[in-house]
């Protein structure tokens, strides 16, 4: 079984910074393509990021793109997201997601089969 952990979460000033973390464990996905999501109140679950299995590659949703780094550090079998001037709108739950797929450029929710429980991200203006 894969078991992902969200951390990081909590409540930060418009343009302050914050650094989810994913912890993976249980087998050897590490590899895999991860992404993370997010969904805002009231609002469907929307792509934010993604990063290749070797690290090598990332890609990001539009809104985020420019303010959001995704890195992995597969030695710890961890992957981050590092948000930098964040907007209130920017306020959801943020998940973590793996993907069987060892490419890049994976944006859609069905595409990821493994999930963590989410961690809060609350901006305020």
């Known amino acids: 079984q894969v078991q992902l952990v969200e951390s990081g979460g909590g409540l930060v000033q418009a343009g302050g910074s914050l650094r989810l973390s994913c912890v993976i464990s249980?087998?050897?996905?590490?590899?895999?393509?991860m992404g993370w999501f997010r969904r805002a109140p009231g609002k469907d679950r929307e792509f934010v990021g993604g990063?290749?299995?070797?690290?090598?590659?990332?890609w990001y949703a539009d809104s985020v793109k420019g303010r959001s780094t995704i890195s992995r550090d597969n030695a710890k079998n961890t992957v981050y997201l590092q948000m930098d001037s964040l907007k209130p709108e920017d306020t959801a739950i943020y998940y973590c997601?793996?993907?069987?797929?060892?490419?890049?450029?994976?944006?859609?929710?069905?595409?990821?089969?493994?999930w963590g429980q989410g961690t809060q991200v609350t901006v305020s203006s």
């Open positions: 990063i290749s299995s070797g690290g090598d590659s990332t």
């Open positions: 249980g087998r050897t996905i590490t590899s895999a393509a």
């Open positions: 997601a793996a993907t069987p797929l060892r490419g890049s450029g994976y944006y859609a929710s069905r595409l990821y089969n493994y």
